[in-house]
């Protein structure tokens, strides 16, 4: 297993946490305080916005193409893309429900919404790390001599750090 596959699957799994979070919450959502409901929507929105979407531009930037090249077919990744465009849309729709989340709470629909956006984010994220896992990561171990991994690696790393709020504004 090349170093790169390992440090990704190790970034993976720093993210399954947070991951994790939004399942419980979700599973929570109707025995919380409206006060704890705020705290814990910001928490997993800082998580989304701060940690996974630059995850997801990192890969879209750096590790599509890659792959796509290897494939020698630029539309390879075309489905991963997808799923990040629809993790940035239930993003957008725990954003507009964040409002509801402070003062007197949800009311029933919301508590509703919410449980499905939380629900809905936990599953495709986890779907989507497992198809870049079993489908995507052992191809780059094929196909990648140790110098091109690492120098993938490296561009990966520096894109992940990107700053997050130029695509997305925090929550107040």
Known sequence: MLALTQSLQDDHKELLLPIENLRLLADQVDELTPLAIREKVDEVYQFLTRK??????????????????????????AAMSHDHREIERLVGELATLHPFTAGKGLLPAQFHDLRRVLYGLYTLIRTHFDKEEKLYLPLLDEKLNPEEGAELLYQFFKAEEADPETHFHRLN
């Open 52 to 77: 996974l979407i630059p995850h997801a531009q990192a890969e879209e930037q750096v590790l599509y193409p890659a792959i796509g090249k290897l494939l020698g077919a630029g539309q390879a990744t």
